[in-house]
Structure formats: C-alpha cells, structure tokens
C-alpha cells in the first residue's frame, strides 16, 4: 500500500489546507478563550476523541505527528480529504483511524503488561515509517553497513573531552564571554517558510531579552501568528493551531524554554545539572556532542561543528504514545556586536518542517516587559 506512505516531511499538508478554516471560526476555534489559564484537553476541545482523552491539545497534536511519522503517513491518510476544506473533519472517523485507535489501546497494552507500564514500545518500534511492518528479517539490513544515527538519545560518553572544553570553545567561538555578556537583547528582522505557507515566505519579527524571554511574530496574510515565552510560560497564538490561543506544555513549552536559552547561550551550561559529552557524525562531518539533562526531563543534545559553534540541538517530547524528536539547526553565522549569531534556523519536526532566514540583529535593543506577556489569541483579518 505505497500509495498510502508519503514522506514524513509532507506529514502536515492537510493542516495548511486548514488554516484558511480556524480563521473563520471552527468550533474548535471558538471555544479557545474560554481555556486560556488551564491548558484545555483533548476531549474537550475536539469533537471524536475516545481513546487520547484528557492530554493537553499540544500534546494530542504531537500524538498525531507520532502517527505520521511513525508509519509514514500524511494526515490525509488516516483522515477524510473532508479535512482541506473543513477543519470539523477530522473528527469523521475512516477504517484507519479505528484501526489506529485499536493500535493505540494495543500499544497501552504491550507496555502495561510486558514493561511494567514504561513507553519502551511505541508505534514507531513495529512501523519504522511504513504502514505495514515488516516481519521478515532483511538480510540486506543484516550484512550492510551500521548507519549511526546522530539523533540518538542513546549516546557513548567520551572520556577523552570534558563539557567545561566543549562550552569554553563554543564561547570563544562566539566571540568570548565578555561580549556575550555585553548582549542584553536584540531583535531580529527576516522571513519565515514553513509547512503551513505553501512554499511562500512571510515577514517575521523576533524580539529576546536576556537572560531567557523571547517573541517572535509571523506577519501570515490571514494574520499576526505569536508565539511568546515570558521566562516561565509559554503561548502559541497561531492560526493553523487547533485554538486561537494555545498554552504550550510539557515538552512543547520547554522548547519555547530552549528557543530563547540559546538566544543567550552563556546560560546554556548552567541551565543542565547533569552534562555528557561525546562525538558524532552529521553529514560526513565529526561534531562533538553534550547531552544535557535535568531530573524528570528527556535530555538534550546540543551539537558542536569543527568551529566550535552550535550546530543542531534535538530534544523530545513525551507523549501518551512514545517519544517525538524535535531538531533545530543552526547555521550562517554572522557576527553581531561581536557575538557570532546564527542567520539561518530550520526547525524539524513530526508534523513539519519552519524555516526562519534573519535578514538583520539589532543587538541591545530596549524592549518593555509587555513585549513577552502572553499574546492576545490569533485574530484573522
Ligand atoms: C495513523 C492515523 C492518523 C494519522 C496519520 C493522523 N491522525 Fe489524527 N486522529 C487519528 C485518530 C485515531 C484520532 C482519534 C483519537 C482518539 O479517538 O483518541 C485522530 C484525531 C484527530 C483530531 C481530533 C478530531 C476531533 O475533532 O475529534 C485531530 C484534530 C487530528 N486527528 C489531527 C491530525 C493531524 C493534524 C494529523 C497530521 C499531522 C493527523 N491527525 C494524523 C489518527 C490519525
Ligand atoms: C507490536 C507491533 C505494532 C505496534 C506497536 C503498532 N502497530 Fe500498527 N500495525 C501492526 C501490524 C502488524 C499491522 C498490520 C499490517 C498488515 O495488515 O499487514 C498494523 C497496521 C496498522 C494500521 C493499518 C495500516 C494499513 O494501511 O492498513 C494502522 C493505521 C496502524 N497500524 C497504526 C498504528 C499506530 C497509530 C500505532 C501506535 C499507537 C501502531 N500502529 C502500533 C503492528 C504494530
């Protein structure tokens, strides 16, 4: 069944389809304001949910890229062609969708009964990208060559390096860490292309403030697309979101968390109790690689090219059916009031792939507090 499989880069092709819709007030769209302070769930906000009740939206949404990505489907796979024109269809139930929702309950199971409840198995672990999991063991896999993913969560310490090396030659890299003290803020000028622009580029503005605020909006033809973390919270006031104003959780808001850290990486080290360093390889190229981690969190990889720059992180978010990569890479840098900045920023994920291309920084830039306040909801013009 070929025809179903797409790449999992187009996984969120129905959801561009679908904007123009939330903008005209769905249901959905609605009842957002009501669930401003708690984040609201799944069953309440959506229409059909009988198995993935009570987990925040975002976290449902990142269910859904696991699915995608997991069997390297497109939402339109699974879902009604209903849902390009009609954001109330996914809700429409199709023989897939039972069947992943029979899936679901047996992927609960498995754990539950065999490992002691923990995530070991996901939908990922049968599929590997494909709708029908292979059950014969390939002799091509078996005498080829061993591909290293960099990605691993997994990694291999390395004795021979310390973290305190690794991030002393990322800072002078940088530009040393008089001059990254001396950045208090900047904001940023440039075009956003994503997988909900249909291969346009629109306008974005980014403001940051040290040590850990950031806002960033997309000027979108439907509308001011904000997303903002203030220090603590996070929001997302997007118009292709399931909500006009999306409170971002669990491992959604600590990649807001991570975005506005590494506005300011003097504060990278600091910001993990527990480092691991090793090396990889991304795309032919040795990087060396530290993990860092905090109790009660996946961890974090952060990816350093032979220059000694930040070249990619990866972090995960766990979701109430397996683990779901999110990687952003960093590139063409540029010095900034002495601080080398990364230009380019492409952002990867289940259900999508953002591309950010900053024309110019304005470093040490006064920005008022209401500047990271949390966003009014997405208003279509
Ligand atoms: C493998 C099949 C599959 C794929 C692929 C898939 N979904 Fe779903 N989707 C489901 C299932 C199953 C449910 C119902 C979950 C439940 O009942 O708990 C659902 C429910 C939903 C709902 C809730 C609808 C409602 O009102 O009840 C939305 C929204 C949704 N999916 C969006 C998406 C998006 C966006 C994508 C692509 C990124 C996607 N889905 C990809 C299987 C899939
Ligand atoms: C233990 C292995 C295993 C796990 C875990 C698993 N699946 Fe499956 N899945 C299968 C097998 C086997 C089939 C049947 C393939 C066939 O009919 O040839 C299948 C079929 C499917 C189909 C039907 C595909 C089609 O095109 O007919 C969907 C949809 C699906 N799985 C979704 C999921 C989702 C979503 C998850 C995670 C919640 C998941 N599966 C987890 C083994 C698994």
């Known amino acids: 069944?070929?025809?179903?499989?797409?790449?999992?880069?187009?996984?969120?092709?129905?959801?561009?389809?679908?904007?123009?819709?939330?903008?005209?007030?769905?249901?959905?769209?609605?009842?957002?304001?009501?669930?401003?302070?708690?984040?609201?769930?799944?069953?309440?906000?959506?229409?059909?949910?009988?198995?993935?009740?009570?987990?925040?939206?975002?976290?449902?949404?990142?269910?859904?890229?696991?699915?995608?990505?997991?069997?390297?489907?497109?939402?339109?796979?699974?879902?009604?062609?209903?849902i390009y024109t009609n954001?109330?269809?996914?809700?429409?139930?199709?023989?897939?969708?039972?069947?992943?929702?029979?899936?679901?309950?047996?992927?609960?199971?498995?754990?539950?009964?065999?490992?002691?409840?923990?995530?070991?198995v996901s939908c990922f672990t049968c599929h590997h990208a494909k709708n029908r999991p292979e059950f014969i063991p390939s002799l091509a896999l078996q005498y080829g060559e061993l591909v290293e993913d960099p990605n691993s969560m997994q990694i291999f310490p390395d004795q021979r390096t310390t973290v305190d090396k690794v991030f002393e030659r990322y800072l002078q890299a940088l530009g040393g860490p008089e001059r990254l003290a001396a950045l208090a803020s900047?904001?940023?000028?440039?075009?956003?292309?994503?997988?909900?622009?249909?291969?346009?580029?629109?306008?974005?503005?980014?403001?940051?403030?040290?040590?850990?605020?950031?806002?960033?909006?997309?000027?979108?033809?439907?509308?001011?697309?904000?997303?903002?973390?203030?220090?603590?919270?996070?929001?997302a006031a997007e118009g292709w979101r399931p909500l006009p104003l999306l409170a971002l959780t669990g491992g959604n808001l600590e990649t807001a968390r991570l975005e506005a850290l590494v506005s300011f990486p003097a504060n990278i080290r600091q910001a993990f109790t527990n480092w691991q360093v090793s090396s990889t390889t991304i795309d032919g190229r040795v990087v060396q690689l530290a993990q860092g981690s905090n109790p009660g969190q996946p961890p974090v990889n952060?990816?350093?090219?032979?220059?000694?720059?930040?070249?990619?992180?990866?972090?995960?978010?766990?979701t109430a059916v397996g683990t779901v990569p999110i990687q952003i890479a960093y590139s063409e840098y540029r010095p900034v009031a002495g601080v080398q900045m990364p230009f380019r920023t492409v952002i990867t994920w289940t259900d999508g792939q953002n591309t950010f291309a900053l024309t110019e920084i304005q470093p040490n830039v006064a920005l008022d507090a209401a500047r990271f306040a949390r966003p009014a909801p997405f208003k279509s013009k």
Not at 216 to 232: E, I, S
């Open 302 to 318: 952060f990816y350093f090219d032979e220059s000694g720059l930040l070249t990619r992180i990866v972090r995960w978010n766990r």
């Open 186 to 235: 900047f904001t940023a000028r440039g075009t956003y292309e994503g997988f909900n622009t249909g291969g346009n580029q629109f306008p974005v503005e980014i403001a940051a403030r040290a040590p850990n605020q950031r806002t960033q909006v997309v000027r979108t033809p439907d509308g001011n697309a904000v997303k903002t973390f203030d220090g603590t919270s996070a929001w």
């Open 87 to 120: 954001r109330g269809a996914f809700a429409e139930a199709t023989p897939l969708i039972q069947r992943a929702r029979q899936m679901i309950v047996m992927t609960t199971t498995i754990n539950k009964n065999y490992f002691g409840g923990q995530p070991r």
């Open 1 to 82: 069944m070929t025809t179903r499989s797409h790449a999992a880069r187009a996984a969120a092709a129905c959801l561009v389809a679908a904007v123009s819709l939330c903008a005209q007030g769905s249901p959905a769209a609605a009842s957002g304001q009501a669930g401003i302070e708690a984040p609201l769930v799944s069953d309440a906000v959506f229409k059909n949910v009988q198995i993935l009740k009570g987990i925040p939206v975002d976290e449902f949404m990142d269910a859904m890229g696991m699915f995608s990505a997991s069997l390297g489907f497109d939402c339109v796979s699974c879902h009604t062609g209903g």
